[in-house]
């Protein structure tokens, strides 16, 4: 069966290590899926990428990718780690024309394809653990766009929470749980 295990938080929060640590804890090999787009102009960004690549060691395997999760092709009995959801739902949310009803339903598509493929297509199914952020919380936008974006994100974690078995808020680098 396959098991999920959400992880959220705020902006540099601390989920991430924390994620990474859970997937080490259940697999001396883990994997990890990258779904960042960057552009070669940002250079803090690509800083943020490296710092998160030197914290991974050699038994990591990263998979790169940004927009179709769904076709993912992983091993039996695997321990994933999808960082994360909100650059995910990014470059979806572009992709479709910033239509946040376009994207929602193309992300729960993804997701629940890459979820029921790792049941069905594994004699042991895989363990995901996804990282996504709590946008929301900050306030609400003078930006329509981004309105739009944090309600997208809101309810693609809501998809992904009503699946996980377990869920974890990470606050001020404190994992709480939640589910």
């Given at each position: 069966m396959?098991?999920?295990?959400?992880i959220?938080?705020g902006q540099?929060?601390g989920?991430?290590?924390h994620?990474?640590?859970?997937?080490?804890?259940?697999?001396?090999t883990?994997i990890?899926?990258?779904?960042a787009?960057?552009d070669p102009a940002?250079a803090?960004?690509?800083e943020r990428?490296?710092?998160h690549?030197?914290?991974?060691?050699?038994e990591?395997t990263?998979?790169?990718?940004?927009?179709?999760?769904?076709?993912l092709?992983?091993?039996?009995g695997s321990?994933?780690l999808?960082d994360?959801?909100?650059?995910w739902c990014t470059?979806?949310f572009?992709d479709l024309?910033?239509?946040?009803?376009a994207?929602?339903?193309?992300?729960?598509?993804?997701?629940?394809?890459?979820t029921t493929?790792?049941?069905s297509?594994?004699?042991?199914?895989?363990?995901?653990i996804?990282?996504?952020?709590?946008?929301g919380?900050?306030?609400?936008s003078?930006?329509?766009m981004?309105?739009?974006f944090?309600?997208?994100q809101?309810?693609?974690?809501?998809h992904i929470?009503?699946?996980?078995?377990e869920?974890?808020?990470?606050v001020?680098?404190?994992?709480?749980k939640i589910?």
């Amino acid at each position: 069966m396959t098991r999920i295990i959400m992880i959220t938080g705020g902006q540099s929060s601390g989920k991430s290590l924390h994620a990474e640590q859970r997937a080490l804890a259940l697999c001396p090999t883990p994997i990890y899926v990258a779904t960042a787009r960057v552009d070669p102009a940002d250079a803090e960004m690509r800083e943020r990428i490296a710092k998160h690549r030197e914290r991974r060691g050699p038994e990591w395997t990263t998979i790169e990718e940004p927009v179709k999760l769904g076709s993912l092709t992983l091993p039996s009995g695997s321990v994933v780690l999808i960082d994360c959801v909100t650059l995910w739902c990014t470059n979806l949310f572009f992709d479709l024309d910033c239509d946040p009803d376009a994207t929602l339903r193309a992300a729960r598509a993804e997701f629940d394809r890459l979820t029921t493929a790792a049941t069905s297509a594994t004699s042991t199914a895989a363990t995901f653990i996804i990282v996504t952020n709590e946008i929301g919380l900050g306030g609400v936008s003078d930006s329509a766009m981004q309105r739009r974006f944090a309600d997208l994100q809101g309810r693609i974690n809501q998809h992904i929470a009503a699946r996980a078995d377990e869920v974890t808020m990470v606050v001020s680098g404190i994992p709480v749980k939640i589910k």
